[in-house]
């Protein structure tokens, strides 16, 4: 699947370590801030760097699993059960490695890193976990949850959008979040276009968030402005054929102006209609209303002679005069 992040990676080629991001803070002459995935890397850099800061101040004690939340900027839709499974066998093995940060909010600890690591633990129905307790501001909580989750190959352009628009409240200039997940202004707006895809396209999302990539969601999205209520039609109908694997997601945007321009020619041409007929995925024939009348036509060699058969008795059937 190509997406923003496939495209990122292939930049990603003899990247500094993370510890070369501490620097001094100066910014080259003419430097406009990360723009892609070595800028997204030297954002992540920056986000562990600061987790480790907030860590450095924090207390490390035993928390009851069943206080904690998870982080309500969390991206991820998903958990890989299979990894999870093998994470927690590992933790009764050998015992947690590295403990999970959390902030106090209220009565319950909302987690700032380390949701695999507790979800693990109520898998083992252990009772506690160890954490350390950190001062964290919801910027911090929103940054450092879309940093953590932004650059793994197993989160999807969809989850990262979720996460994008919740983060959206704590950084008010689109230009601040981008900059925070080194990103450009463009590529954000990508994340930004699964927004404006109708609800029925969402929900399915919802339950299956590897169905669309950001780049195709953009496409569709503007298309979708363009075409309006013609465009809503038509990807109601292509969309299931999305959901099912018979259509390409890059194809859709093409796909929904195809249908709008036919349906604009077919009321151009006083009423004329063409409904395409499929035998599989290749067109067997056609059915064409017009003012003239009703033509049904098929290729030749797709119908055998017994369907040919069939189909004249079932027509002559139709138009039959009984006494």
Same mark, same amino acid.
Request: aromatic share 4%; proline share 3%.
């Given at each position: 699947?190509?997406?923003?992040?496939?495209?990122?990676?292939?930049?990603? %080629?003899?990247?500094?370590?993370?510890?070369?991001?501490?620097?001094?803070?100066?910014?080259?002459?003419?430097?406009?801030?990360?723009?892609?995935?070595?800028?997204?890397?030297?954002? $992540?850099?920056? !986000?562990?760097?600061?987790?480790?800061?907030?860590?450095?101040?924090?207390?490390?004690?035993?928390? /009851?699993?069943?206080?904690?939340?998870?982080?309500?900027?969390?991206?991820?839709?998903?958990?890989?059960? !299979?990894?999870?499974?093998?994470?927690?066998?590992?933790?009764?093995?050998?015992?947690?490695?590295?403990?999970?940060?959390?902030?106090?909010? =209220?009565?319950?600890?909302?987690?700032? #890193?380390?949701?695999?690591?507790?979800?693990?633990?109520?898998?083992?129905?252990?009772?506690?976990?160890?954490?350390?307790?950190?001062?964290? +501001?919801?910027?911090?909580? !929103?940054? &450092?949850?879309?940093?953590?989750? *932004? +650059?793994?190959?197993?989160?999807? /352009?969809?989850?990262? #959008?979720?996460?994008?628009?919740? #983060?959206?409240?704590?950084?008010?200039?689109?230009?601040?979040?981008?900059?925070?997940?080194?990103? +450009?202004?463009?590529?954000?707006?990508?994340?930004?276009?699964?927004?404006?895809?109708?609800?029925?396209?969402?929900?399915?999302?919802?339950?299956?968030?590897?169905? &669309?990539?950001?780049?195709? %969601?953009?496409?569709?999205?503007?298309?979708?402005?363009? +075409?309006?209520? %013609?465009?809503?039609?038509?990807?109601?109908?292509?969309?299931? $054929?999305?959901?099912?694997?018979?259509?390409?997601?890059?194809? *859709?945007?093409?796909?929904?102006?195809?249908?709008?321009?036919?349906?604009?020619? %077919?009321?151009?041409? =006083?009423?004329?209609?063409?409904?395409?007929?499929?035998?599989?995925? *290749?067109?067997? =024939?056609?059915?064409?209303?017009? *003012?003239?009348?009703?033509?049904?036509?098929?290729? #030749?060699?797709?119908?055998?002679?017994?369907?040919?058969?069939? &189909?004249?008795?079932?027509?002559?059937?139709?138009?039959?005069?009984?006494?």
């Amino acid at each position: 699947m190509s997406n923003i992040r496939e495209q990122l990676m292939a930049k990603t %080629a003899n990247l500094p370590t993370p510890a070369d991001f501490k620097g001094d803070g100066k910014k080259e002459k003419g430097s406009r801030g990360p723009q892609t995935m070595p800028g997204i890397t030297s954002a $992540l850099a920056a !986000a562990q760097l600061r987790i480790q800061e907030l860590e450095g101040k924090g207390i490390a004690t035993e928390i /009851d699993v069943s206080l904690m939340v998870p982080n309500p900027w969390q991206p991820r839709r998903q958990f890989n059960e !299979a990894k999870l499974s093998e994470l927690a066998r590992s933790i009764a093995e050998v015992g947690l490695l590295q403990a999970a940060t959390v902030r106090r909010v =209220g009565d319950t600890f909302q987690l700032v #890193a380390g949701e695999r690591r507790w979800r693990a633990h109520k898998l083992l129905n252990k009772e506690s976990i160890k954490a350390v307790v950190i001062e964290c +501001t919801d910027q911090d909580m !929103a940054a &450092l949850a879309l940093m953590e989750n *932004v +650059t793994r190959d197993d989160l999807t /352009d969809y989850e990262i #959008a979720i996460a994008v628009r919740r #983060a959206e409240s704590e950084f008010p200039q689109r230009t601040r979040l981008a900059k925070v997940m080194g990103v +450009t202004r463009n590529d954000l707006y990508k994340f930004l276009a699964f927004d404006e895809l109708p609800d029925f396209v969402k929900r399915d999302l919802d339950l299956n968030p590897s169905l &669309l990539a950001a780049n195709s %969601a953009q496409e569709i999205a503007n298309t979708l402005k363009k +075409t309006g209520e %013609a465009g809503l039609k038509a990807v109601k109908d292509l969309w299931p $054929l999305v959901v099912n694997g018979e259509l390409v997601q890059s194809k *859709v945007a093409a796909s929904i102006n195809a249908q709008v321009t036919r349906g604009i020619s %077919a009321a151009d041409a =006083g009423g004329r209609s063409i409904l395409k007929i499929f035998a599989g995925k *290749v067109q067997a =024939g056609s059915i064409t209303k017009d *003012v003239k009348g009703l033509t049904i036509k098929f290729k #030749a060699g797709v119908v055998t002679e017994e369907q040919e058969s069939l &189909l004249r008795d079932q027509i002559g059937k139709m138009f039959s005069i009984t006494e």
